[in-house]
């Protein structure tokens, strides 16, 4: 079964925001037996903190704002 990595957080105003979607849509993965992980993002180290997933994970963006959307 596919993993999901549920991008959550983000360096900005609309932070508490991601958080609290990442936090719903986590309740319904976990729901629906769908395993993830999750990955607090941050602009300046998202490039390497990427990088240690595989690249066979669904991505799953719950930032808001600049940075996210």
Known sequence: MTEILV???????EHKVSLTTAKEVKKILKK????????IVH?????????????KLICFNALHGTFGE
């Open 32 to 39: 629906n037996n769908i395993k993830y992980r999750s990955l």
């Open 7 to 13: 991008l959550e957080g983000g360096f900005n105003e």
């Open 43 to 55: 602009p300046r180290i998202f490039e390497n903190e990427i990088g240690k997933y595989s690249n």
